[in-house]
């Protein structure tokens, strides 16, 4: 299980690369569909299956057919570029940067209280989350599907009334932007 | 199992995720490309979302990952859209040259 979260979290990192340096947008678009199928793994292995399924028919299937349905359709030339400029160079380094210090943060268990932010050790030194190490435990002990349907049926129904009106705007308005102006 | 000792480094590609995509955003001069980023953003946003749910055993966090994955759809039907009208009326696809639009 571990090795295979490994795998696929490193699969995740460097296709997520291939994305923005790829000169070609039909490249970037197959290098994301790696990093989002490679995504859809991490969800399954961290008990998450609705959301690899969701992952996989929306984002691989829906979104990106969309993708490189329109690269297709507009055939943009490709790039001259990324060059290794200084933009280049401040973006490796937002990168490198905020990767450690993201992992620091989250090894160290950095908690805010009243007195700011404060490093703080939540379990042992060697594991400080073993705290939070339950098995599958009573979340998921119905089912993922029941438990999230649970959730969002109930406690999050407003949101997810909200969330279907976003998507009957946005098809109103995909339609209404894409219709041919009349003459 | 997967091991809570797997924590932190979840947390830092999530970060990491985050911070390809936006640099992407600001090196890349493709409309194409620049969404591609912005669904990279997102995913990152729902991989520690995910990953936190699972490690303080709760599942609010899926539900939440959930409806960012609506957002993402939508948001990438309304910009696709956009693209298309803006190749349309035959300007070039980028993002410096449509950078006057707001004029």
């Given at each position: 299980m571990n090795a295979i979260l490994v795998v696929a979290m490193a699969l995740t990192a460097i296709s997520s690369i291939g994305v923005v340096i790829s000169r070609e947008a039909l490249y970037s678009a197959l290098s994301l569909v790696v990093t989002l199928g490679m995504l859809a793994v991490v969800f399954l292995l961290l008990n998450a299956q609705f959301l690899f399924a969701v992952q996989i028919i929306i984002?691989?299937?829906?979104v990106m057919v969309l993708f490189v349905f329109i690269i297709a359709l507009l055939n943009p030339e490709a790039e001259?570029?990324?060059?290794?400029?200084w933009h280049m160079t401040i973006a490796l380094g937002g990168v490198v940067v905020t990767t450690i210090l993201v992992f620091v943060a989250a090894r160290n268990g950095v908690t805010y209280s009243d007195r700011g932010f404060r490093g703080q050790?939540?379990?042992?030194?060697?594991?400080?989350?073993h705290a939070f190490?339950?098995?599958?435990?009573?979340?998921?002990?119905?089912g993922n599907v029941q438990t999230v349907a649970g959730q969002l049926f109930t406690t999050f129904l407003l949101p997810f009334e909200i969330t279907s009106l976003l998507l009957l705007v946005a098809a109103i308005g995909a339609v209404y932007l894409t219709r041919r102006a009349a003459h | 199992m997967v091991s809570t000792q797997l924590f932190p480094y979840l947390l830092a590609l999530a970060g990491f995720l985050f911070t390809v995509g936006a640099a992407g955003v600001l090196i890349r001069r493709n409309p194409l490309v620049v969404f591609m980023c912005i669904e990279l953003m997102l995913n990152a946003g729902n991989l520690a979302l995910v990953a936190y749910g699972r490690f303080l055993n709760s599942e609010e966090g899926q539900v939440f990952a959930f409806m960012v994955i609506v957002v993402a759809a939508a948001e990438v039907v309304v910009g696709l859209a956009l693209i298309t009208q803006i190749f349309r009326i035959g300007r070039a696809l980028d993002i410096d040259d449509l950078s006057e639009m707001s004029e």
């Open positions: 984002y691989a299937g829906a001259d570029r990324p060059v290794a400029d050790l939540i379990g042992s030194a060697n594991n400080p989350y190490s339950f098995p599958v435990g009573p979340v998921n002990a119905s | -």
